[in-house]
């Protein structure tokens, strides 16, 4: 079994549609993180989160909301999804700052 | 602003050479770098890091150098295998808890 898991792993919806993406993590890691991953480009930072209290802000919130119901979830939500959000979505866990994060296999979300 | 640069977008090596892939970062706060491979359909896996007191770490057949004073990163893989073929991302982050990645270097291992 995959230590971080994604559902689902592709989704196609329409414009204006509320979305909500989950991870969920076998690894007992407190962090996790949520990127997104446009065409030729490099990952980029949605939210993280340190524990279930603790929820922050990346390079590119604006159009996403978080929560993280336990330790082991975090989910990913789009209130009102647009094309522009269409890209591939990846969760990650690290145990500290100065470890390596580990990534789910992403869901692929088209938004038409 | 891109902070992390990875400037091929495509690399091509024979079985057998070496693979250098090269990662630029502007950032001097960038104190742990770290390398990501990703297949298709599944996600970057770790594959290697270095923090900004060394400047050489080894895993196998993987090496990353880094050279703090030109902010330039490379991952060497020798012997490089067709397996190696993936896109490789390099990230890089301070003290904050905020991976920075490039782009991506595309490597294709041929026989």
């Known amino acids: 079994d995959a230590d971080v898991t994604q559902t689902p792993r592709n989704r196609i919806t329409k414009t204006g549609k509320r979305i909500m993406l989950e991870c969920s993590q076998t690894?007992?890691?407190?962090?996790m993180y949520w990127y997104r991953q446009d065409p030729g480009l490099g990952l980029q930072l949605i939210y993280y989160?340190?524990?279930?209290?603790?929820?922050n802000k990346g390079e590119i919130s604006d159009g996403y909301s978080v929560s993280r119901q336990a330790q082991a979830k975090f989910s990913l939500s789009l209130e009102s999804a647009i094309p522009n959000q269409t890209a591939l979505y990846f969760c990650?866990?690290?145990?500290?700052?100065?470890?390596?994060?580990?990534f789910g296999d992403g869901t692929r979300l088209s938004i038409l | 602003d891109q902070q992390v640069k990875q400037n091929s977008p495509s690399l091509s090596v024979q079985e057998g050479r070496i693979s250098i892939l090269n990662c630029d970062y502007t950032?001097?706060?960038?104190?742990?770098f770290l390398w990501y491979k990703k297949y298709p359909a599944e996600g970057p896996t770790f594959l290697i890091s270095i923090s900004s007191i060394k400047d050489k770490n080894e895993d196998g057949r993987f090496t990353v150098f880094l050279n703090k004073s030109a902010k330039h990163l490379s991952l060497h893989i020798v012997p490089s295998q067709p397996g190696d073929s993936a896109v490789y991302f390099c990230?890089?982050?301070?003290?904050?808890?905020?991976?920075?990645f490039g782009t991506g270097t595309r490597l294709q291992v041929f026989p």
């Open positions: 989160s340190f524990d279930v209290k603790d929820i």
């Open positions: 950032n001097s706060m960038f104190d742990y």
């Open positions: 990230a890089a982050k301070g003290n904050t808890d905020k991976l920075i």
């Open positions: 690894k007992g890691h407190d962090r």
């Open positions: 990650a866990t690290s145990s500290s700052s100065n470890q390596p994060q580990h």
